[in-house]
């Protein structure tokens, strides 16, 4: 069988978990994750279905053994999967964020040139109507005249009638245009409505998507390294222990998170010989030590408090493993060498 995750972060629990740890830890996620529950949501739906896995190959004893012994590059592969749904999605938001800003531009143009074409049409139309009564008035005094000296002005009046025919068709053309310049820009109105409405509702489903991954799991480890106290500022996986009295890791993060939170993050310090390394005065149950950290969107690089102690004992020679945890999962793994 081809293993494609990490069970044990899944389950969130521990490598040496008993069968009834894992039965317990399935039947919670199970009941929080299925689809039925978040509206047969698709992204909830993969989430329940790669709890299923886990839970069928670490209740199998063979199928463990065989999980256990292929774990590492399994593991690795999991947090670059992560890595690149975080980045594609940032990347979506960024996308849409300029074609819509495109198309605010584009579309301010061609409403700035249509309006100047109306108010030039009602300039015009102003224009003409202005015409139109002085036309009217001197018709009038026209009409009045006739009756004196009807023949002699007989052509003048009817020349000017057929003048002011002509500029009343050219009226109602003027005014047809202008009718459908208003409904043109009604449509495109209407259009650019519909097109804020539809990215806006994209914008919302990619950053929902982004803050239910945060919720999950607020950030992911990409890279683990460790820095001496006796030789501060030079990362490393490889140290002599001639003064070496602490160790501190620094954890290399993308986040999916949009606003600042605080993470709390258990580590684990394990011996060469397996056995936890730990202060029972200082240390929580199950942990090296446990410390909030300040996570905001722009965040790559953390680092954590040291462990050791003043008199340099606190590591012996052989390699130690490293395991970061938060909210009960293991989101983190990388091991050291002390020579």
């Known amino acids: 069988m081809s ?12 490598e040496n978990a008993t069968s009834d740890e894992i039965k317990i830890a399935y039947r919670k996620l199970s009941k929080k994750l299925h689809p039925d529950v978040n509206g047969g949501d698709k992204f909830y739906e993969k989430h329940f279905q790669l709890l299923n896995e886990a839970y069928q190959v670490l209740n199998n004893k063979i199928e463990r053994a065989k999980y256990d012994s292929s774990r590492e590059n399994i593991y690795k592969k999991t947090i670059d999967e992560q890595e690149k749904i975080i980045t594609n999605l940032k990347i979506d938001i960024e996308l849409i964020k300029k074609n819509l800003s495109k198309e605010k531009n584009s579309f301010n143009k061609i409403i700035e040139r249509k309006n100047e074409e109306i108010q030039r049409l009602k300039s015009r139309n102003l224009h003409h109507s202005k015409n139109d009564v002085k036309i009217m008035k001197l018709f009038i005094v026209g009409l009045l005249i006739a009756f004196v000296i009807i023949f002699s002005y007989n052509m003048n009046t009817n020349k000017s009638f057929a003048q002011n025919k002509t500029k009343m068709v050219q009226l109602k053309k003027d005014n047809k245009l202008l009718t459908n310049l208003i409904e043109y820009t009604r449509e495109k109105n209407q259009r650019l409505s519909n097109l804020v409405d539809d990215t806006k509702f994209l914008l919302t489903t990619a950053q929902e998507k982004l803050d239910e991954i945060a919720t999950i799991q607020p950030i992911i480890i990409k890279k683990i390294d460790f820095e001496n106290s006796s030789n501060k500022g030079i990362y490393s996986r490889r140290f002599k222990q001639i003064n070496l009295k602490y160790i501190y ?5 993308v986040t999916p998170l949009t606003i600042n939170k605080s993470v709390k993050l258990y580590v684990n310090i394990y011996n060469p010989d397996g056995t936890l390394s730990n202060n029972y005065k200082i240390s ?27 008199e ?12 970061i945890w938060y909210e009960g999962k293991m989101i983190g793994k990388e091991y050291f060498t002390v020579y």
């Open 3 to 14: 293993y494609k995750h990490d069970y044990y972060s899944i389950l969130g629990i521990l």
């Open 249 to 253: 890791p620094r954890l290399h993060i």
């Open 284 to 310: 929580p149950k199950g942990h090296t030590h446990v410390k909030s950290y300040q996570i905001s969107p722009n965040t790559s690089l953390l680092g954590l408090i040291g462990w050791g102690n003043d």
């Open 312 to 323: 340099g004992t606190a590591y012996i020679k052989g390699k130690h493993k490293v395991e």
